[in-house]
């Protein structure tokens, strides 16, 4: 039975789950809420969820998985979803117009998923074939689709409206999707969950290290990031808003660290980020 089949029970449990969190930890939040987070209550008690869960469960498993897989395998684990992957930014790049770029991403993926065995290994790389990263949130901004609210989705962490509706539509565009055999793709997309958290390790010892509420300091970080891939690493200038915090030499410093961390691409190291 293919993962899609087994969608719409899980659509009904992330919205039971959406209605106990609030219901159990909603808290109104003094003053007027941010232009861009009229939700905040909502998008807190989320917050809180996401981090409980996190420090009991997700966050022990992926440091046990840093520590304690070697390197090589680790890579080729990451290599491999990073391939199918592709997919999705190839999609993207087509549906953006970036042809030269659809193009390279194409002959990256060949290249990858014949010599890479798989995209166990990363040819494509060491051959000019660079990672790109777009998605369909992405798209919907390069077409002039207004982000809408920042929102906290369960399990997942930051996004906004449109970063929402643009995940739905990876999710199915992604070849796991499609897989024939419902066990076998739901443990890929597990291992899929655990890799890409082991990752984002250093990015919550970022955060764990901000001298700012945490919840603004992820959402303001989070923003940045996003607005960054939008422009492609070069995002126009804009004014400076006040968003009712004063931002310290080190918490800015720690906010483009952050931003750095987000790059999930980078070579992981086993150093104790617990």
Not at 94 to 106: P, R, T, V, W, Y
């Amino acid at each position: 039975m293919p993962l899609n089949n087994s969608l719409p029970k899980l659509y009904q449990w992330f919205i039971l789950l959406t209605g106990i969190v609030l219901a159990s930890g909603c808290a109104s939040v003094p003053g007027p809420p941010e232009e861009h987070d009229p939700f905040e209550s909502y998008n807190r008690a989320i917050y809180k969820f996401n981090k409980t869960v996190d420090d009991a469960a997700i966050r022990p498993v992926a440091q046990a998985y840093t520590d304690h897989t070697p390197d090589f395998i680790q890579t080729g684990i990451s290599n491999f979803f990073s391939n199918l992957a592709d997919v999705i930014v190839l999609f993207n790049d087509l549906l953006q117009f970036k042809f030269e770029q659809a193009g390279s991403d194409f002959y990256r993926i060949f290249v990858n998923s014949t010599l890479g065995i798989f995209g166990l290994f990363d040819p494509a790389t060491h051959v000019g074939l660079p990672k790109h990263k777009e998605d369909f949130g992405q798209t919907l901004a390069t077409w002039g689709v207004p982000s809408g609210p920042y929102f906290v989705i369960p399990f997942i962490g930051p996004s906004t409206i449109r970063g929402t509706t643009g995940l739905a539509v990876d999710i199915y565009t992604h070849p796991l999707f499609y897989y024939p055999d419902n066990t076998v793709a739901w443990g890929l997309a597990g291992v899929a969950y655990i890799d890409q958290r082991a990752k984002l390790l250093g990015a919550s010892r970022v955060l764990d290290e901000a001298a700012l509420d945490p919840y603004i300091f992820m959402r303001e970080a989070y923003l940045q990031h996003r607005r960054n891939l939008i422009y492609d690493g070069n995002p126009p200038m804009e004014e400076e808003l006040d968003s009712g915090a004063d931002a310290s030499d080190a918490d800015l410093e720690l906010e483009l660290e952050l931003e750095l961390e987000l790059e999930l691409d980078k070579p992981k190291t086993k150093t104790n980020t617990r």
